[in-house]
């Protein structure tokens, strides 16, 4: 599943939604949204998320990092 970020600065971010949920603001927002992942792709595409207090590059570095770093999350729950 995708979901469609945008930055403050108009920039477009499609991510997958396991690998946005990554960041907590990004998670909040999900949550607001009432976006859950049993929900078909086109809903997390054709509802951006505005990130109004994020600059394009401090949301790609975000995204980079979650990216580098989605299976530390995993590993993480079968060690717990």
């Not at 976006?35 to 995204?63: A, G, Y």
Request: one cysteine or more.
């Amino acid at each position: 599943m995708l979901v469609h970020l945008t930055s403050y600065d108009g920039k477009v971010f499609l991510v997958e939604a396991r690998i946005a949920r990554m960041s907590q603001t990004v998670g909040r927002l999900m949550e607001a949204f009432n976006m859950d992942e049993e929900e078909d792709d086109q809903t997390f595409v054709k509802t951006p998320i505005p990130l109004s207090n994020v600059s394009s590059v401090v949301l790609e570095k975000v995204l980079e990092w979650c990216t580098n770093h989605q299976s530390d999350e995993s590993q993480e729950d079968k060690e717990g």
